[in-house]
C-alpha cells in the first residue's frame, strides 16, 4: 500500500517535472529572456520558440534576434542547442555534452555617428602591470577560471556581414559559412591533455580561417595551428587608399603556422614552428596612365620557426616568384616609385644647437660595422626568380623601354651572425641575349665578397636612347664578354680581376665632328682594379680590324652664331692673356705636378690592321685622307710609377708608309722622350682644299718625305728633321677671302733644286719646362722662321746654297762708273751658280744712281771727248742690240773718283758744274752701261739664258751706285 502511495508521488512528481519541464520552463524563459534582452540588450529582441527536454536536459532557443535601435549591429541564430550532462550531478561544475549554435547571423555596420558615439576617455591605470615574463606567468596561472567542461561546443553555417561607410569608398565583407568545433574544453585544473578545439570559418569567396588546438588552464597552456587562406586584400583597399596613389587590383593573402605557449615552463613559454606566410597573384596599377607596374605571382616565407626564450628566428626560405617592376619616368622627369605612397606633411622642426659629432666621426673613423640586432635570426636561402623589371623613360627623345629578367637571385645562409659568410647565385638576363652571371661568398660583418663574375653577350645597343639624348651617340652593335672576379672587404680594399672583350663594335657620334667607329674585336685580360690604393693593371689590350671614320662637317653660322663665337674667341684671348700673365710672374721654374690621379698600368696595347678615314666638308672640294694598314704596339703604359713606354705606329697614309718609333714617359714626356718617324712620298694635291683656302692656289703635284729623329731630356728638346718635297708644282688659283698673300713660286723656285727635289733640315730646340712654350710652338716657330727667311730672305738662301757669306741681292759701282770690280764679279759668280741650281728662278735687275754718280758725270762733262773711251751701251729697259750709243767706261787719272759715296765733295768746284738730273741721257746711259755689264757676265755662265734675265726701269729713289736684284 505504501509502495502504490510512493509510486503514486513519483508519478505525480514526474509529471509535474516533465509539464514544468516541457512547458512551464520553456514558456518562462522565453519570457522572462525576451524582457531581460529588450531591457539590457535590444529593445527588437526577439525569441521564437524555446523547446526543453528535462529527461535529456537538452534546451534548445529557436528564432533569436537581437538588434541595435541606431541600425549598428544586429544578431541572429536560427537554433542555440545546450545539452548538459549528467556529469554536473557529481562534478559540481557545468558538464555540457553539447553547445551548438546554428545558422547564427551577424552584421554589423561602422559609420561616422557610431564612432562618435563609441568615443570614450580611457583613464590613466592605477596599477602598474607585470614587469617580467615570471610575473605575467603567475599573473596567468594565479587567475581562477569558473571551472567548466564541454565534450563539443560547434557553430554551424555561421555568418558575418561587416560594413565601413566611414571612409570615402564604402568597405563591405561578408564571412559565410562560420563553422566552429571545439571538442573536449574544459577550465578543470588537472584535466590534462586532450581538449582539442577547432574553429573554421570561410568567407563568401572562399577565403578560410581555421585554428585546431588545445588550452588548458592552471598553468595556462595551448598548443594549436593557425591557417589563413584565399584572403583578398584588395577588399579593404578603402583602408589604405588614402595613404596609396595606386591602385591594388588584386592580391591574396595566406598563410599558417603551428605554436605552442607553456606558461608552466618558463624555459620553453612560447614557440613557433612549421610558419609559412604568402601573398600572391598581385596585380598593382598606376592611377595616372592606368598600366600596371607592380604585377606578382607569389612572394613569401615559408619554414618559419621562433622560440622566445632564446630570441631566435629561423626562415627556411624567403621567395619572390615571377613578378614585374614597371619603373616609369614620364616626360616631366617624375619617377612612378618614388611618388606611391602619400606622406604626411611634417612641420618645422625648431632649429637646435648642433651636437658634438661622435668621437669616431671626429677623428674621420670610416670604419664598416653593422648594429647589434635585438632578435637572432637564421635564413637559410633568399631566392628570387623570373623577375622582371622594366624601365620606360618618355623624358628623353623617342623613349626608352629596357627590360632585365632576375632569372635566379640566392643568398644562402644569411644570419644575425654577420661573420658568417652567405652564399649567393646571380643569373640577370639583359635584353635578348645578355646574361650577368655572379656566385661566390658574402661576408656582412665586414662588407666582404669572394664572387665569380661573368657577363656574356651583352648587347651594347641597349643604350642607343640614352647615347642619342645625351651625346647624340649610337650604337649599332656590339656584345660584351667579361669573366673574373670580385674580391676584398671594406678595410682592406676591393679588387676586380678578369678578362673581357668587345666583339663586333659599331657606333656613331653626331655632331659637327661626327665619328663612325668600328672594329672587329677588342679584348682585354688580367684586369686588376683596386681600391686601396686606386689602381688599375691591365696585360694585353688587342684592337682588331678598327675602322674609324672622322668626319667634319659643314659650318652652319647664323649671324648670332658668328657673334657669339666671336665673343667666345674675345674671352678665349682675354684667358689666355691673364694665362700668359699668371705663367710669366710664376717665372721659368719647371711646372711639375706631383699628384696622379690614377695608379694605371697597362702591359701592352696592340691595334691590328686598323684604318682611319678623314673628311673635312667644313672646305671645299671636301678633304680626305686615309690611313690603312695601321699597326699599332705599346708597350708598358704606366701612370702611376716612373716607367718609360716603348711604342711602335706603321701604317699607309694615303698609301704612303708612315712609321713611327720610339719611347717616352707617359707620367711626364718632358722628363725623356726618343722618337724616331718617317714618311715616305706622300702625295700633296690631296691637300689642295687647304692650299687654296690659306694661300690661293691648289697644289698641282708633289711628294713629301720625312724623316725625324726627336729626343727629350729634362725637357730640352732636341729634335731633325729631314724633309724631301718631290716635284712640287702650284695648281690653279682659287678665291679665296682668307687666303694669304706669300710669294710661293718664289719660295718654291728657292727651294727645288735642279733636279726639281726640295732637300730641307728643319731642326728643332727648346725647353719645354718654360711657360708658354710647347712642342706645337716650338714646331710652329721653326717652320714660320723658314718661311718667313725664304720669303724675306730669298738671297740669304741663294748664299747658303752655294756657301757664299756675299750679299747676292745686289752688285755695287764706283761713282760714275759701270767697270765691276773683282768682289762684284766674285759676287756675280756665285749667283750665277745659284741660279743654275735653281733653274726656275728668273732675275730682274733694277739700277740705281747715288749723288756721287750724278757729281761724277757733271765733271765729265766738261771734260774733252777725246780723254774717254767709249763703249756701245743701250737704254735701260730696252733690247741692247738695237739701241746702242757710246759711253765712258773708264777715266783718266786725273779725274780720280771718290772712294766711298760718303766722301765730301769739294763746294766751291761743285757750285761751279753743270747740273745733271737723273733723267738726262748721261745718267740713264750710265744706268744701261751697268745693267749691260752684269747681263753679259751672267749670260756667260752655263744654264742662264736670257728668258731668265729681266730688266726693270731705274729706282730713282735709292742713292746708291749699284744694280740690285729681285727674284720671280
Same mark, same amino acid.
Given at each position: 500500500?505504501?509502495?502504490?502511495?510512493?509510486?503514486?508521488?513519483?508519478?505525480?512528481?514526474?509529471?509535474?517535472?516533465?509539464?514544468?519541464?516541457?512547458?512551464?520552463?520553456?514558456?518562462?524563459?522565453?519570457?522572462?529572456?525576451?524582457?531581460?534582452?529588450?531591457?539590457?540588450?535590444?529593445?527588437?529582441?526577439?525569441?521564437?520558440?524555446?523547446?526543453?527536454?528535462?529527461?535529456?536536459?537538452?534546451?534548445?532557443?529557436?528564432?533569436?534576434?537581437?538588434?541595435?535601435?541606431?541600425?549598428?549591429?544586429?544578431?541572429?541564430?536560427?537554433?542555440?542547442?545546450?545539452?548538459?550532462?549528467?556529469?554536473?550531478?557529481?562534478?559540481?561544475?557545468?558538464?555540457?555534452?553539447?553547445?551548438?549554435?546554428?545558422?547564427?547571423?551577424?552584421?554589423?555596420?561602422?559609420?561616422?555617428?557610431?564612432?562618435?558615439?563609441?568615443?570614450?576617455?580611457?583613464?590613466?591605470?592605477?596599477?602598474?602591470?607585470?614587469?617580467?615574463?615570471?610575473?605575467?606567468?603567475?599573473? !596567468?596561472?594565479?587567475?581562477?577560471?569558473?571551472?567548466?567542461?564541454?565534450?563539443?561546443?560547434?557553430?554551424?553555417?555561421?555568418?558575418?556581414?561587416?560594413?565601413?561607410?566611414?571612409?570615402?569608398?564604402?568597405?563591405?565583407?561578408?564571412?559565410?559559412?562560420?563553422?566552429?568545433?571545439?571538442?573536449?574544453?574544459?577550465?578543470?585544473?588537472?584535466?590534462?591533455?586532450?581538449?582539442?578545439?577547432?574553429?573554421?570559418?570561410?568567407?563568401?569567396?572562399?577565403?578560410?580561417?581555421?585554428?585546431?588546438?588545445?588550452?588548458?588552464?592552471?598553468?595556462?597552456?595551448?598548443?594549436?595551428?593557425?591557417?589563413?587562406?584565399?584572403?583578398?586584400?584588395?577588399?579593404?583597399?578603402?583602408?589604405?587608399?588614402?595613404?596609396?596613389?595606386?591602385?591594388?587590383?588584386?592580391?591574396?593573402?595566406?598563410?599558417?603556422?603551428?605554436?605552442?605557449?607553456?606558461?608552466?615552463?618558463?624555459?620553453?613559454?612560447?614557440?613557433?614552428?612549421?610558419?609559412?606566410?604568402?601573398?600572391?597573384?598581385?596585380?598593382?596599377?598606376?592611377?595616372?596612365?592606368?598600366?600596371?607596374?607592380?604585377?606578382?605571382?607569389?612572394?613569401?616565407?615559408?619554414?618559419?620557426?621562433?622560440?622566445?626564450?632564446?630570441?631566435?628566428?629561423?626562415?627556411?626560405?624567403?621567395?619572390?616568384?615571377?613578378?614585374?617592376?614597371?619603373?616609369?619616368?614620364?616626360?616631366?622627369?617624375?619617377?612612378?616609385?618614388?611618388?606611391?605612397?602619400?606622406?604626411?606633411?611634417?612641420?618645422?622642426?625648431?632649429?637646435?644647437?648642433?651636437?658634438?659629432?661622435?668621437?669616431?666621426?671626429?677623428?674621420?673613423?670610416?670604419?664598416?660595422?653593422?648594429?647589434?640586432?635585438?632578435?637572432?635570426?637564421?635564413?637559410?636561402?633568399?631566392?628570387?626568380?623570373?623577375?622582371?623589371?622594366?624601365?620606360?623613360?618618355?623624358?628623353?627623345?623617342?623613349?626608352?623601354?629596357?627590360?632585365?629578367?632576375?632569372?635566379?637571385?640566392?643568398?644562402?645562409?644569411?644570419?644575425?651572425?654577420?661573420?658568417?659568410?652567405?652564399?649567393?647565385?646571380?643569373?640577370?638576363?639583359?635584353?635578348?641575349?645578355?646574361?650577368?652571371?655572379?656566385?661566390?661568398?658574402?661576408?656582412?660583418?665586414?662588407?666582404?665578397?669572394?664572387?665569380?663574375?661573368?657577363?656574356?653577350?651583352?648587347?651594347?645597343?641597349?643604350?642607343?636612347?640614352?647615347?642619342?639624348?645625351?651625346?647624340?651617340?649610337?650604337?649599332?652593335?656590339?656584345?660584351?664578354?667579361?669573366?673574373?672576379?670580385?674580391?676584398?672587404?671594406?678595410? +682592406?680594399?676591393?679588387?676586380?680581376?678578369?678578362?673581357?672583350?668587345?666583339?663586333?663594335?659599331?657606333?656613331?657620334?653626331?655632331?659637327?665632328?661626327?665619328?663612325?667607329?668600328?672594329?672587329?674585336?677588342?679584348?682585354?685580360?688580367?684586369?686588376?682594379?683596386?681600391?686601396?690604393?686606386?689602381?688599375?693593371?691591365?696585360?694585353?689590350?688587342? !684592337?682588331?680590324?678598327?675602322?674609324?671614320?672622322?668626319?667634319?662637317?659643314?659650318?652652319?653660322?647664323?649671324?648670332?652664331?658668328?657673334?657669339?663665337?666671336?665673343?667666345?674667341?674675345?674671352?678665349?684671348?682675354?684667358?689666355?692673356?691673364?694665362?700668359?700673365?699668371?705663367?710669366?710672374?710664376?717665372?721659368?721654374?719647371?711646372?711639375?705636378?706631383?699628384?696622379?690621379?690614377?695608379?694605371?698600368?697597362?702591359?701592352?696595347?696592340?691595334?691590328?690592321?686598323?684604318?682611319?678615314?678623314?673628311?673635312?666638308?667644313?672646305?671645299?672640294?671636301?678633304?680626305?685622307?686615309?690611313?690603312?694598314?695601321?699597326?699599332?704596339?705599346?708597350?708598358?703604359?704606366?701612370?702611376?710609377?716612373?716607367?718609360?713606354?716603348?711604342?711602335?705606329?706603321?701604317?699607309?697614309?694615303?698609301?704612303?708608309?708612315?712609321?713611327?718609333?720610339?719611347?717616352?714617359?707617359?707620367?711626364?714626356?718632358?722628363?725623356?722622350?726618343?722618337?724616331?718617324?718617317?714618311?715616305?712620298?706622300?702625295?700633296?694635291?690631296?691637300?689642295?682644299?687647304?692650299?687654296?683656302?690659306?694661300?690661293?692656289?691648289?697644289?698641282?703635284?708633289?711628294?713629301?718625305?720625312?724623316?725625324?729623329?726627336?729626343?727629350?731630356?729634362?725637357?730640352?728638346?732636341?729634335?731633325?728633321?729631314?724633309?724631301?718635297?718631290?716635284?712640287?708644282?702650284?695648281?690653279?688659283?682659287?678665291?679665296?677671302?682668307?687666303?694669304?698673300?706669300?710669294?710661293?713660286?718664289?719660295?718654291?723656285?728657292?727651294?727645288?733644286?735642279?733636279?726639281?727635289?726640295?732637300?730641307?733640315?728643319?731642326?728643332?730646340?727648346?725647353?719645354?719646362?718654360?711657360?708658354?712654350?710647347?712642342?706645337?710652338?716650338?714646331?710652329?716657330?721653326?717652320?714660320?722662321?723658314?718661311?718667313?727667311?725664304?720669303?724675306?730672305?730669298?738671297?740669304?738662301?741663294? +748664299?747658303?746654297?752655294?756657301?757664299?757669306?756675299?750679299?747676292?741681292?745686289?752688285?755695287?759701282?764706283?761713282?760714275?762708273?759701270?767697270?765691276?770690280?773683282?768682289?762684284?764679279?766674285?759676287?756675280?759668280?756665285?749667283?750665277?751658280?745659284?741660279?743654275?741650281?735653281?733653274?726656275?728662278?728668273?732675275? +730682274?735687275?733694277?739700277?740705281?744712281?747715288?749723288?756721287?754718280?750724278?757729281?761724277?758725270?757733271?765733271?765729265?762733262?766738261?771734260?774733252?771727248?777725246?780723254?774717254?773711251?767709249?763703249?756701245?751701251?743701250?737704254?735701260?729697259?730696252?733690247?741692247?742690240?738695237?739701241?746702242?750709243?757710246?759711253?765712258?767706261?773708264?777715266?783718266?787719272?786725273?779725274?780720280?773718283?771718290?772712294?766711298?759715296?760718303?766722301?765730301?765733295?769739294?763746294?766751291?768746284?761743285?757750285?761751279?758744274?753743270?747740273?745733271?738730273?737723273?733723267?738726262?741721257?748721261?745718267?740713264?746711259?750710265?744706268?744701261?752701261?751697268?745693267?749691260?755689264?752684269?747681263?753679259?757676265?751672267?749670260?756667260?755662265?752655263?744654264?742662264?739664258?736670257?728668258?731668265?734675265?729681266?730688266?726693270?726701269?731705274?729706282?730713282?729713289?735709292?742713292?746708291?751706285?749699284?744694280?740690285?736684284?729681285?727674284?720671280?
Amino acid at each position: 500500500m505504501r509502495t502504490k502511495k510512493y509510486l503514486k508521488i513519483a508519478t505525480i512528481l514526474l509529471l509535474l517535472y516533465a509539464v514544468i519541464g516541457f512547458w512551464v520552463f520553456p514558456m518562462a524563459l522565453r519570457y522572462f529572456g525576451e524582457k531581460a534582452l529588450k531591457e539590457h540588450v535590444s529593445p527588437d529582441a526577439v525569441i521564437t520558440k524555446v523547446k526543453a527536454n528535462p529527461f535529456t536536459w537538452q534546451l534548445q532557443v529557436e528564432g533569436l534576434s537581437l538588434s541595435d535601435p541606431g541600425g549598428h549591429w544586429s544578431f541572429g541564430a536560427e537554433r542555440a542547442t545546450v545539452n548538459l550532462s549528467a556529469k554536473t550531478l557529481y562534478k559540481f561544475y557545468p558538464v555540457l555534452d553539447l553547445v551548438s549554435l546554428e545558422a547564427p547571423r551577424i552584421r554589423y555596420l561602422r559609420s561616422p555617428q557610431e564612432e562618435s558615439e563609441s568615443e570614450e576617455v580611457i583613464a590613466e591605470p592605477t596599477e602598474e602591470g607585470p614587469e617580467s615574463l615570471e610575473d605575467v606567468a603567475d599573473l !596567468l596561472n594565479a587567475y581562477e577560471i569558473p571551472e567548466v567542461s564541454v565534450a563539443l561546443l560547434e557553430i554551424k553555417d555561421g555568418a558575418m556581414n561587416f560594413s565601413d561607410v566611414t571612409n570615402e569608398s564604402g568597405f563591405e565583407k561578408s564571412i559565410e559559412p562560420i563553422n566552429f568545433r571545439l571538442e573536449n574544453f574544459t577550465t578543470e585544473v588537472g584535466a590534462g591533455e586532450g581538449n582539442a578545439m577547432r574553429f573554421l570559418a570561410k568567407t563568401d569567396k572562399g577565403a578560410e580561417l581555421e585554428w585546431t588546438g588545445e588550452l588548458t588552464s592552471q598553468p595556462f597552456a595551448s598548443r594549436g595551428t593557425i591557417r589563413v587562406s584565399g584572403v583578398e586584400i584588395d577588399p579593404f583597399s578603402p583602408y589604405f587608399e588614402k595613404f596609396i596613389r595606386f591602385d591594388l587590383e588584386r592580391a591574396t593573402y595566406s598563410m599558417q603556422l603551428s605554436y605552442a605557449i607553456n606558461f608552466g615552463d618558463l624555459e620553453n613559454v612560447f614557440t613557433i614552428s612549421e610558419g609559412s606566410v604568402e601573398l600572391a597573384n598581385v596585380h598593382c596599377v598606376g592611377r595616372e596612365d592606368a598600366g600596371e607596374f607592380f604585377v606578382l605571382d607569389s612572394a613569401g616565407v615559408s619554414g618559419v620557426s621562433f622560440d622566445y626564450n632564446s630570441m631566435q628566428v629561423d626562415l627556411e626560405q624567403v621567395y619572390i616568384r615571377s613578378g614585374l617592376l614597371g619603373i616609369r619616368r614620364n616626360d616631366a622627369g617624375a619617377i612612378n616609385l618614388l611618388n606611391l605612397l602619400v606622406l604626411p606633411e611634417v612641420e618645422a622642426l625648431p632649429e637646435v644647437e648642433a651636437a658634438d659629432p661622435p668621437e669616431s666621426v671626429a677623428k674621420g673613423d670610416d670604419s664598416f660595422e653593422l648594429p647589434e640586432l635585438p632578435v637572432g635570426f637564421f635564413l637559410k636561402e633568399y631566392l628570387i626568380q623570373d623577375f622582371h623589371i622594366q624601365w620606360v623613360d618618355s623624358m628623353i627623345p623617342g623613349g626608352a623601354d629596357l627590360e632585365m629578367v632576375i632569372s635566379e637571385y640566392s643568398l644562402k645562409g644569411l644570419s644575425s651572425e654577420f661573420s658568417e659568410p652567405v652564399g649567393l647565385d646571380l643569373l640577370v638576363l639583359i635584353g635578348e641575349s645578355g646574361r650577368f652571371k655572379a656566385s661566390g661568398e658574402l661576408t656582412p660583418a665586414v662588407a666582404g665578397v669572394d664572387l665569380v663574375l661573368g657577363v656574356e653577350a651583352l648587347d651594347l645597343s641597349l643604350a642607343n636612347a640614352y647615347g642619342l639624348s645625351m651625346a647624340e651617340t649610337q650604337v649599332g652593335s656590339g656584345t660584351f664578354e667579361y669573366s673574373g672576379g670580385l674580391s676584398g672587404d671594406f678595410e +682592406s680594399g676591393y679588387r676586380l680581376s678578369g678578362d673581357g672583350s668587345v666583339q663586333d663594335f659599331s657606333v656613331a657620334l653626331a655632331g659637327d665632328n661626327a665619328v663612325d667607329l668600328e672594329w672587329k674585336s677588342f679584348s682585354f685580360a688580367d684586369l686588376s682594379a683596386e681600391t686601396k690604393p686606386l689602381s688599375v693593371s691591365l696585360g694585353n689590350l688587342v !684592337l682588331t680590324e678598327p675602322n674609324a671614320v672622322l668626319t667634319r662637317s659643314a659650318p652652319e653660322e647664323t649671324a648670332e652664331a658668328v657673334e657669339v663665337e666671336v665673343a667666345a674667341d674675345a674671352n678665349e684671348a682675354g684667358a689666355g692673356e691673364v694665362a700668359a700673365e699668371a705663367e710669366a710672374e710664376a717665372g721659368a721654374e719647371p711646372s711639375e705636378s706631383t699628384e696622379t690621379p690614377l695608379d694605371l698600368e697597362i702591359a701592352s696595347f696592340v691595334v691590328e690592321g686598323g684604318s682611319i678615314l678623314l673628311i673635312d666638308q667644313s672646305i671645299q672640294p671636301t678633304f680626305r685622307l686615309e690611313v690603312a694598314d695601321a699597326e699599332v704596339d705599346v708597350e708598358n703604359i704606366t701612370l702611376g710609377e716612373e716607367k718609360s713606354t716603348e711604342f711602335s705606329i706603321s701604317a699607309l697614309v694615303n698609301r704612303s708608309q708612315f712609321t713611327m718609333a720610339g719611347s717616352a714617359y707617359p707620367i711626364d714626356p718632358r722628363r725623356e722622350t726618343r722618337m724616331t718617324m718617317s714618311l715616305n712620298e706622300l702625295s700633296l694635291p690631296v691637300f689642295s682644299p687647304y692650299s687654296g683656302k690659306a694661300v690661293g692656289r691648289k697644289v698641282g703635284s708633289g711628294w713629301f718625305s720625312l724623316d725625324t729623329e726627336l729626343q727629350v731630356d729634362s725637357g730640352n728638346l732636341q729634335a731633325s728633321n729631314d724633309i724631301k718635297i718631290d716635284q712640287l708644282e702650284l695648281g690653279d688659283s682659287v678665291d679665296s677671302p682668307d687666303a694669304v698673300k706669300l710669294p710661293l713660286s718664289l719660295a718654291i723656285s728657292l727651294l727645288k733644286g735642279s733636279d726639281g727635289v726640295m732637300n730641307l733640315e728643319l731642326p728643332l730646340s727648346g725647353d719645354l719646362y718654360q711657360p708658354n712654350v710647347g712642342l706645337g710652338q716650338i714646331i710652329r716657330t721653326a717652320v714660320f722662321g723658314l718661311i718667313r727667311s725664304v720669303a724675306l730672305s730669298p738671297f740669304s738662301m741663294l +748664299s747658303s746654297l752655294v756657301g757664299s757669306e756675299e750679299d747676292l741681292s745686289q752688285v755695287e759701282f764706283a761713282p760714275g762708273d759701270s767697270q765691276l770690280s773683282p768682289k762684284m764679279r766674285g759676287q756675280l759668280e756665285a749667283l750665277g751658280t745659284a741660279l743654275q741650281e735653281r733653274p726656275q728662278l728668273i732675275l +730682274s735687275m733694277t739700277p740705281s744712281l747715288s749723288q756721287s754718280d750724278l757729281t761724277t758725270l757733271a765733271r765729265d762733262l766738261i771734260q774733252p771727248d777725246s780723254e774717254m773711251e767709249k763703249v756701245s751701251v743701250g737704254s735701260v729697259g730696252e733690247d741692247n742690240s738695237k739701241n746702242s750709243h757710246q759711253f765712258s767706261v773708264g777715266r783718266k787719272a786725273r779725274y780720280k773718283p771718290p772712294t766711298t759715296e760718303s766722301e765730301e765733295v769739294n763746294v766751291d768746284e761743285t757750285s761751279q758744274l753743270p747740273e745733271v738730273d737723273p733723267t738726262d741721257p748721261v745718267a740713264t746711259d750710265l744706268m744701261a752701261a751697268r745693267v749691260q755689264v752684269v747681263r753679259e757676265m751672267l749670260l756667260g755662265i752655263d744654264g742662264i739664258s736670257e728668258e731668265r734675265l729681266f730688266v726693270r726701269d731705274p729706282d730713282l729713289t735709292v742713292d746708291r751706285s749699284i744694280v740690285g736684284f729681285s727674284l720671280e
